[in-house]
């Protein structure tokens, strides 16, 4: 339901006035058959086979990444499935789409660490229990959720908690208030978004293989799954690294 009203708000402020459909036949039509594809995924098609491109997709992505509600699902998965078909008018790449879009991520949560060092603790907290933070789906439980996460697993949960929903768009907010090392933060959440996008870019190749953009839809709870073994893997292995260091100490 959230990601129909955000694809319908998409949609309603992004579409061109002028765009006709009858003299530009979209991706969502040429798979679909018709105008009126279901699904918030082929809503947002017809703008994206025209006027989608890479200042667009870092840009969207830039707002996925910041403490702004917007969901990534809504970026990469379609502008990948544009670009690998042959028909479409974007002129686009699905690597330089990864490329573009972990840039995105990577400025957002610099807006996100930036603003919550010079900010601090007590005005971040008051603006997440104020009325325009519940807008924007913040909260103080989420907040200390947050900085939870952060504070249990160190460094190593930017790149982590880039795969966790809630805590994706709000670990860079913790890492802030740390003051933990700008380099290593870029490193870990560049490395982070640029393995979750080229996830959602699966995605997307397999909605062009099925030839039918719903794929994403219809998946989303296997991959899903397959993140949530990723995030063990990931953690394993960082655990297995920490005893060993260890053990040699």
């Known amino acids: 339901m959230k990601h129909t009203i955000i694809a319908v708000l998409f949609a309603a402020f992004l579409l061109p006035a002028q765009l006709s459909v009858a003299q530009n ?10 105008t009126a594809s279901s699904g918030w995924v082929a809503s947002v098609l017809h703008w994206y086979d025209a ?3 890479y200042l667009a997709v870092c840009g969207l992505m830039t707002l996925e990444s910041s403490f702004i509600p917007f969901p990534s699902e809504v970026v990469i998965p379609p502008a990948v499935y544009v670009a690998l078909d042959e028909n479409s008018q974007s002129g686009m790449s699905w ?13 957002g ?7 919550s060092m010079w900010l601090g603790r007590p005005i971040i907290y008051a603006f997440a229990e104020s009325k325009v933070g519940h807008l924007l789906q913040l909260s103080r439980e989420k907040m200390e959720r947050a900085e939870s996460y952060f504070n249990q697993h160190g460094v190593v949960s930017t790149l982590v908690g880039r795969f966790i929903p809630v805590i994706r768009q709000l670990i860079s907010i913790p890492a802030g208030l740390a003051r933990m090392n700008l380099g290593a933060f870029c490193l870990y959440t560049t490395l982070g978004a640029f393995i979750w996008n080229l ?26 799954i397959a993140i949530v073994a990723l995030v063990a893997v990931i953690v394993l292995f960082f655990v297995i690294r920490y005893f060993i260091k260890k053990r040699k100490r």
């Open 25 to 34: 036949t979209s991706v969502a039509e040429a798979v679909r058959g018709d």
């Open 51 to 53: 006027h989608m491109n």
């Open 95 to 107: 690597w330089l789409v990864v490329l573009f879009g972990t840039a995105g991520a990577l400025l």
């Open 109 to 115: 949560a610099l807006i996100n660490y930036f603003l």
């Open 199 to 224: 996830i959602l870019a699966l995605l997307g190749y397999l909605a062009h293989l099925a030839g039918d953009i719903s794929v994403v839809e219809r998946y989303s709870n296997e991959i899903s």
